[in-house]
């Protein structure tokens, strides 16, 4: 799967949509990624498309809960905030980590950014 369409949402996508997103286009297919997630294709679909019937906040939870967990190349077992907390950080040339982890997070593939710009090229 080269593309997943999260138009509906608009210029600033909430980030469990981006996160699903990037899970859709990690794993190859709606299906895959509802399965890894816990819920039916349905919904996956439903909700990349902005037409979710119900309230979003438990999908939320359950997408966050996947992700709460990460194996960072540079720091080992992190939490999803923690991930989310060192990508948004500034590049600081004279921080040997922060270069590594700089690096690292541009090609990502729980980072939505790195998704979208292998995307445009």
Same mark, same amino acid.
């Not at 949402?9 to 981006?18: K, L, N, T, V, Y």
């Not at 999908?59 to 990460?70: F, G, L, R």
């Not at 921080?95 to 710009?117: D, M, V």
């Given at each position: 799967? @080269?593309?997943?369409? /999260? $138009?509906? =949402?608009? *210029? ?9 997103? #990037?899970?859709?286009?990690? !794993?190859?297919?709606?299906? %895959? %990624?509802?399965?890894? /997630? #816990?819920?039916?294709?349905?919904? !996956? ?5 902005? @037409? ?7 999908? +939320?939870?359950? /997408?966050? *809960? =996947?992700?709460? &967990?990460?194996?960072?190349? !540079?720091? #080992? +077992? /992190? ?9 948004? @950080? ?13 690096? %690292?997070?541009? $090609? ?5 950014? %790195? &998704?979208?710009?292998? +995307?445009?090229?």
């Amino acid at each position: 799967m @080269k593309n997943v369409d /999260i $138009s509906a =949402w608009g *210029a600033r996508p909430p980030e469990f949509i981006q996160v699903l997103a #990037g899970l859709v286009l990690q !794993v190859g297919s709606k299906h %895959a %990624a509802a399965e890894k /997630i #816990g819920v039916n294709r349905a919904t !996956v679909s439903t909700l990349l498309a902005n @037409k979710y019937p119900a309230n979003t906040g438990r999908m +939320e939870k359950a /997408i966050m *809960a =996947w992700a709460s &967990s990460a194996t960072c190349p !540079v720091l #080992g +077992e /992190i939490t999803g905030q923690q991930c989310q907390s060192e990508r948004n @950080k500034p590049f600081i040339s004279s921080n040997p980590t922060r270069i590594r982890l700089y690096r %690292a997070c541009r $090609s990502c593939p729980r980072n939505p950014a %790195a &998704s979208l710009a292998s +995307e445009e090229r």
